[in-house]
Nanobody, 126 residues
Framework: EVQLVESGGGSVQVGGSLRLSCASSGYSISGDCIAWFRQAPGKERERVAVIYSDGGRTYYADSVKGRFTISQNNAKNTLWLQMNSLKPEDTAMYYC???????????????????WGQGTQVTVSS
């Protein structure tokens, strides 16, 4: 079974940057859809970015568009999320996840993703 391990979280001031990494347990991250989700206390888990493994298409939540960039390496066993111009509302636990597409579309629903990492905390302070 694929295990995903996130790293790179931490505390940063408003306007700062962080780069999150997600490494698989030695295998390529299985699934058509490789994504970053986040969950803040008292809020639902939301997808912030997804990359389609077959062609590299990427999609972003409106709240992070232009500030975050999702990417993966050629071996498809490492996923990154570059986060720039961070805001206090970006504070959350960030998770990487892998799932399969439905009708060639990657869902934004967490229950469509089969594999999850343990999460890494991002805190943005003003």
């Amino acid at each position: 079974e694929v295990q995903l391990v996130e790293s790179g979280g931490g505390s940063v001031q408003v306007g700062g940057s962080l780069r999150l990494s997600c490494a698989s347990s030695g295998y390529s991250i299985s699934g058509d859809c490789i994504a970053w989700f986040r969950q803040a206390p008292g809020k639902e888990r939301e997808r912030v970015a997804v990359i389609y493994s077959d062609g590299g298409r990427t999609y972003y939540a409106d709240s992070v568009k232009g500030r975050f960039t999702i990417s993966q390496n050629n071996a498809k066993n490492t996923l990154w999320l570059q986060m720039n111009s961070l805001k206090p509302e970006d504070t959350a636990m960030y998770y990487c996840a892998a799932g399969v597409s439905l009708y060639y579309t990657c869902s934004d629903l967490p229950n469509r993703y089969n594999f999850w990492g343990q999460g890494t905390q991002v805190t943005v302070s003003s």
